[in-house]
T-cell receptor, first 111, second 111 residues
Framework: QQKVQQSPESLTVSEGAMASLNCTFS??????FRWYRQHSGKGLEMLVS????GEKEEGRFTAHLNRASLHVSLHIREPQPSDSAVYLC???????????FGIGTRVLVRP | EAAVTQSPRNKVTVTGGNVTLSCRQT?????MYWYRQDTGHGLRLIHY???????QIGDVPDGYKATRTTQEDFFLLLELASPSQTSLYFC??????????FGHGTKLSVL
């Protein structure tokens, strides 16, 4: 069964500084890899989805995938206090759009 | 933006109680999912469905039943609730192998 681990558990950055989050997975044959954001008491919002090795940019959010290293990262450019949330890495397990989630990285952006 | 509505938002029951969580999506998505979210575990898939009348077992199905009565409606049933089922439950829907749209969650407490 796919295992997804995220690091760090928590991260504090200053407004405007780059934030970098990491995610490792156990099965490199998975279809695609996604990053979600969850504000306190809210549902999940998808930020970026990546299928191929390399990078994928969606606004201020960039994902980098390296299947050989079983690693996908998320970089948040110019983070704002409103970006303070829990960020979840999710790996698609194939047919049926079934996702395996990591436990998340809590990001705090200080003004 | 697809709308996924869960009800109730909060529910308290006693051990052995009977609970039904409801989910409705209004974008005619084929796929619907029930996840639970617990500290230290991230989101875990309970049951999912490809369409009305279809049910698939997820990764943590024990103690749960589900029913997809229409394309719009997906229910999660706990017939003999236990304290271990105290959790935050999320419903999601999707139309293809891409984005999942999540509801705002139902907080269930089993005393």
């Amino acid at each position: 069964q796919q295992k997804v681990q995220q690091s760090p558990e928590s991260l504090t950055v200053s407004e405007g500084a780059m934030a970098s989050l990491n995610c490792t997975f156990s099965d490199g044959t998975s279809d695609n890899f996604r990053w979600y954001r969850q504000h306190s008491g809210k549902g999940l919002e998808m930020l970026v989805s990546i299928f191929s090795d390399g990078e994928k940019e969606e606004g201020r959010f960039t994902a980098h995938l390296n299947r050989a290293s079983l690693h996908v990262s998320l970089h948040i450019r110019e983070p704002q206090p409103s970006d303070s949330a829990v960020y979840l890495c999710a790996v698609n397990q194939g047919a049926g759009n079934k996702l395996t989630f990591g436990i998340g990285t809590r990001v705090l952006v200080r003004p | 933006e697809a709308a996924v509505t869960q009800s109730p938002r909060n529910k308290v029951t006693v051990t052995g109680g009977n609970v039904t969580l409801s989910c409705r999506q209004t974008n005619s998505h084929n796929y619907m999912y029930w996840y639970r979210q617990d500290t230290g575990h991230g989101l875990r898939l309970i049951h999912y469905s490809y369409g009305a009348g279809n049910l698939q077992i997820g990764d943590v199905p024990d103690g749960y039943k589900a029913t997809r009565t229409t394309q719009e409606d997906f229910f999660l049933l706990l017939e003999l609730a236990s304290p271990s089922q105290t959790s935050l439950y999320f419903c999601a829907s999707s139309d293809n192998n891409e984005r999942l749209f999540f509801g705002h969650g139902t907080k269930l407490s089993v005393l």
